[in-house]
Structures are given as C-alpha cells and as structure tokens.
C-alpha cells in the first residue's frame, strides 16, 4: 500500500485549505450575538410564529457551526491529513455554515418585507458584516464562500430592489457592489493562498536544498529568517521548532540506507503538509529538522504546529514491502525579540527538545518499572 502522505500537490493545497476554515472561531461567536440581537428586535417589532421559528432554526445552526469547529478544530490544525480527511472536516464545517447563510438570507427578506426603515438598516448592516467575515474566513475555500455569501445578502437585495424607493434602489445597488468585490476578492486570495502553499510545499524555489529531501538546508533557512523576521510585526512573536526523529538509526542499521533515505524523503513530505503557507521547514542534518514559525499570535498556535508535527510523524510508513513507525519529540522557542538571531533560537529550541525528550525517557521508565 502506498504511503497516504505521498499524495499529489493538489491533495496537499486542499488539506491546507481546509485546515483554514478552523483557525478563528471568534468570528462565528461575534455574528452568533449579532444574529440574536437582530432577530430579537425584529420578533419585539412583530411576534409572528414564522419568525420565531427562522429564528429559532437560525441559532440553532449558527450554534452548531459553533459547535462543529470547537470539536473539530484540534483536529484539523494537529492532525495528519489525506484528502478524505480533509473533505470529511470540509462538509462538517459546510452544513451548518450554510444552512446559517440560507436562514439569515430568509430572515433578512422577512424582515425587508415590513415597513421598518430602522430594522432594515439593522439587518444590512449584519448581512455585509456576515459577508465580510465570510470572505475573510473562508476566502481559501471560494465554493463554499460563494454560495454563502450569495444566499445571506442575495434575498434582501432583491426585495429592497422591489420597493422601487430611490434610497433601497441605492441600497441594493452598493450591497450588490460589495457583493462582486467580495468575490472577485475572494478568487484572488484563493489563486494567492493555492500558488503560495503549492511553492511552499514543493519547495522548489528555493535554490539551496538538501540533496535527499529537497527541503532548504540550513543556509537557505538562515537566509529565509533574516528576511522575514524583519518584516514580522513586532507585536507578534517567532516560533523555531527543532526536532529528530526516534527509532530512525535502528530502521537504517536493519533496512540499509535505501530504506533510511526513502524514510527521510517521507518524512519531509510529511514536514511540508504540516507547516503553514510562510513559515520554513528545513533539513539540519542527519535525521534532524527545524521550522520557523512566523508571526504568531500565541504560544498556543506554536503548541498547535507541534502537535500537529508529533501526529504527522507518527502515522506508519509503508516504503517497499516494510511498514516502518517512528516517532518524533520537538523543542520549541518562542521569541518576540527581533535582535535574537536564528542560531540563539535554535539553541533554545534544541535545549528545549532535550528536555522533552528526557521527560519521556523518564516517563518510559517510570511506566515499566
């Protein structure tokens, strides 16, 4: 059986997409209020049993949206991921979420549909919101952007177009403006984010690699940090993870080095799927890697990655007639001091892995004896 992580680019850009649709949940808690609010002034206006039941349906599908990402989102953003992965996660996250866009969208039209200048403008206001979160959250994914997008804002530019009033004529006219700035914007940053995580993860701009694996050597990584951490917000801080690999020496000594190589090569494969679009991994030497992690927020996203690496590597390898397993311990740095340089983290950070790793031997013995 061939490795599951030796997919195709295409699989891997998918992945990343969809990894994408669960890294805020902020955004969905802000509109889950803001839906509550316009819907309960509008049932204060008129207490109408149609109402109360689109309203009603629509927390429950924005509560579950809300639900679906905080179960899922550990998953999505640490686990090893093929394409069915991927697209299970990608449907779970899209029901909900368009079911919410249709209900707000009815709502909306209900709403429109009263002689209310104030509810109306209440309403727009929520519905343009909702689109531009939408094309901001869920940019990378435009057939389920779209789609959501059109159904929220589409019915209530159609009936302030009906009421033939120059103010709602103009209404509709600028929603339907943003509407088409909203797509086109999000078909760029969809174009964008595909040909930036397809270089990153094929690595194959960068002019100084590792022989075997293709990934940057250290230079190129050296080279690629000084770039970057001076265009990184001071406000946000760098992670550089360091880790190696347990139990490749044995593997190599038993299988020989055409094993060890091929067992390299899938590991790097592995290390590109798991990084982000902008951040580095790279080949230090031996069966040893680091990744940069550029302009994080919180030290959770830099826990987040790796977890995300410690679950990636230890899914088995099957190369030749072998199916082989290691595993991984990683050593992380967090700096949000610009002056520190690439070598001072990476000292840090391989302190940092022989720490985690003696924790685990100590635990190992503890458990056996």
Known sequence: MPDRFAASLTDRVYVEQVRSLYLNVVPALVMW????VNFG???RNKAEPGLL???VAGIVASSTRIAITMRFRDCALTAALDRKDARRLEVLFSVPYLAFSLLLGILSLHIFLWSTPELHMLTICVVVGYCAGVATNCGQRPRLAIPSMLLAVGPPIVAA???AEP????MAT???AFVVGGIQAIHVRFETSKSEVGQRLASVSLARCDTLTTLPNRLALQEYFDEHAALTSPHRAIAVHYLDLNGFKPINDRHGHAVGDALLQA???RLRGAV????MVARMGGDEFAVVQFGIHHADEADLLARRIVATIAQPYALAEYELSISTCVGTAISTDRSVDLDALLKEADAALYEAKRKRHAKTMAMSA
């Open 33 to 36: 209020v803001a839906f509550i």
């Open 161 to 163: 177009a009906l009421k």
């Open 167 to 170: 103010v709602y004529i103009g």
């Open 276 to 279: 982000r679009s902008g951040d």
């Open 267 to 269: 590991v790097a494969d």
């Open 174 to 176: 600028i929603a339907s």
């Open 41 to 43: 002034l509008a049932y």
């Open 53 to 55: 039941l689109l309203g």
